[in-house]
């Protein structure tokens, strides 16, 4: 026991001849049941010194078993993986009263059978239930190997020093992105279409509009008819019973708002230059518009030339940066705080306080989406899938994304200038999230009516995704059946 305690001040003694400046110590203490491997997990990091990989910072971790009464840096709640269902409730709270930050750990890995098997998959089912049901992270831990040692310092550091414990890719690696970026924003500077003239004077079609009632007597006239039904035309809906748009006179047009629709629009209108039609009557619970003369790119982008869809992409890729560079802590729509959009099959859910609370329900629902793709390949004795990787999503720092930037969605009008419509999925959501919903729509929902060159923009427009981030929201949009959301 004495050699024990002398340990760290030998360290502090070392490192001071050494010309380095001490580790920071950092209290770990570790609860559990018995048989769960605490001993073992205290031998195996006490007094080891682990540097943050983020800044060089050292930290000289001093573990031990919680007593329910000294403060520490982080507590660890070990479960046996074979029982993972049993946790309690009151431990927890003890946790979380003398620590930091608190996770679960899972012990116990070499006697799960990794099959697929009942008891293996209610193994990995535990993890994103206990983190969304909870509150903490879970983590994972052979102690005969040593794997998930490394995951668990990660989470230490993380706590400690407040750096993101998700992987990132070489500093070589991430220089070369960031200089492909630029050069590629430069290119799209130079070769974007041009901003609109000033609007219109529509004050004499707004004076009569005092009320709802005065934009509803205005529906279903002779012009609102006629437009509508060419409207379903030029989208190739003639069969559809209603449009949502309706035309009230020559330069003005209305809908019906979602949640967060009129708030995303003064914010887009307020922090960026891209352009979008204007909120006229915002005393009205109705959303009066400009009417854009022009034709959505549904309509035209085939007949452009390939220098004018890449000046249209161009265009596009600056405004989906304007929208990523506005940034929350907490995701969701402005106002409601609710995710909403094509990516969560038009239900809405929430609100979610922080990122991290979004992150364990999405979590939740991509493991149950990739639970019903694995059973499926179990019984057709078929490769099984590889789970789903949350890790590798930006989740930290929601960006602004548009959230449907669809063709139709996009419009050019008589002057060349292109404008943004229908912010009515807009929100805060992890920034590759564009990306994500453009392929739902256009490659997935409607791949056979989009055209390939519009597809091939993509990733220019908003951003390269790897391809196990895409799984992970197939996966989500699978296990989204089993969690009815709120209709839209």
């Not at 573990?63 to 840096?73: E, M």
Request: charged fraction near 20%; include cysteine.
């Amino acid at each position: 026991m004495l050699g024990l305690n002398l340990l760290p001040s030998l360290l502090h003694c070392c490192f001071l001849g050494s010309g380095l400046s001490p580790p920071q110590r950092v209290r770990v203490v570790v609860y559990g049941g018995s048989g769960t491997g605490k001993k073992s997990l205290i031998s195996t990091l006490n007094n080891r010194v682990y540097c943050c990989p983020q800044d060089g910072r050292r930290l000289l971790l001093e573990v031990q078993l919680g007593d329910g009464l000294s403060q520490a840096s982080v507590a660890m709640i070990l479960l046996d993986a074979r029982k993972p269902e049993i946790i309690s409730l009151d431990t927890i709270d003890v946790a979380r009263r003398i620590a930091i930050s608190t996770c679960v750990v899972h012990t116990k890995l070499d006697l799960v059978p990794c099959d697929y098997s009942d008891p293996h998959l209610r193994f990995l089912a535990s993890r994103p239930l206990l983190s969304h049901r909870l509150d903490v992270d879970c983590l994972s831990v052979n102690l005969k190997t040593g794997e998930g040692i490394d995951d668990i310092l990660a989470f230490i550091g993380h706590s400690v020093a407040g750096f993101s414990a998700a992987p990132r890719p070489p500093r070589i690696t991430s220089f070369f992105r960031r200089l492909w970026s630029q050069l590629l924003d430069c290119i799209a500077a130079c070769f974007a279409l041009p901003l609109p003239g000033p609007p219109l004077d529509v004050s004499a079609e707004l004076a009569p509009l005092t009320s709802d009632s005065d934009v509803v007597n205005l529906m279903d006239q002779p012009l609102d008819t006629a437009w509508g039904e060419e409207l379903k035309r030029r989208l190739g809906a003639e069969d559809a019973p209603y449009v949502t748009v309706n035309k009230i006179s020559p330069s003005l047009i209305v809908k019906d708002p979602s949640g967060s629709e009129r708030a995303s629009m003064a914010l887009v209108r307020e922090k960026t230059t891209i352009p979008i039609p204007r909120d006229l009557c915002p005393h009205l619970s109705c959303l009066v518009m400009d009417f854009i003369d022009g034709e959505m790119l549904y309509e035209c982008w085939d007949r452009l030339s390939r220098f004018m869809q890449f000046r249209v992409a161009c265009t596009l890729r600056r405004y989906t940066k304007q929208l990523r560079s506005l940034t929350r802590p907490a995701p969701g729509g402005l106002g409601d705080g609710c995710v909403r959009g094509v990516v969560f099959s038009d239900s809405v859910y929430g609100p979610f306080p922080t990122a991290r609370s979004f992150r364990q329900f999405c979590e939740l629902v991509a493991f149950r989406g990739w639970r019903a793709k694995a059973v499926r390949a179990i019984e057709a004795k078929e490769a099984i899938p590889p789970l789903p990787r949350p890790d590798l999503i930006d989740w930290a720092m929601p960006a602004f994304v548009h959230g449907d930037l669809n063709l139709s969605n996009v419009m050019l009008d008589r002057q060349g200038s292109l404008w943004i419509i229908d912010w009515a999925n807009a929100g805060y959501y992890p920034p590759s999230m564009e990306s994500i919903a453009m392929r739902r729509v256009d490659e997935i929902m409607h791949a056979e009516d989009v055209s390939s060159s519009w597809r091939r923009y993509r990733s220019f427009v908003a951003g390269t995704v790897p391809t196990e981030e895409e799984a992970f929201w197939d996966d989500f949009v699978i296990g989204s059946v089993h969690f009815p959301g709120n209709p839209c």
